[in-house]
């Protein structure tokens, strides 16, 4: 069954290759999507794929890089689209 999710990464996120570590993580997972920078200094993603690679790479996004530091995510699931080819960073 394939997912699609929107997240928001909390805490000390960028500066720090959490985008980076993301995407090479998404690729290992064969999760599309992407991920970027806010303004308020958080991280949003969306991934789309497989149910349980898309839920592997949101556990992997409550801890991030070992720079961050994740206070919190915030994770709402939606309706898979399937419009992404592969995973990029942008933002």
């Not at 805490?11 to 999507?33: D, I």
């Not at 839920?55 to 961050?68: D, I």
């Amino acid at each position: 069954m394939n997912t699609r999710v929107r997240i928001v990464v909390h805490g000390s996120v960028q500066g720090v290759s959490f985008r980076y570590y993301t995407c090479r993580r998404a690729l290992e997972l064969g999760v599309s999507g992407w991920v970027r920078n806010l303004p308020d200094d958080t991280v949003e993603g969306l991934f789309e794929g497989n149910d349980s690679a898309v839920q592997a790479l949101v556990e992997w996004c409550r801890l991030g890089p070992s720079a961050a530091r994740v206070e919190r995510l915030d994770v709402r699931r939606d309706i898979y689209t399937g419009e992404f080819e592969s995973f990029t960073v942008t933002g």
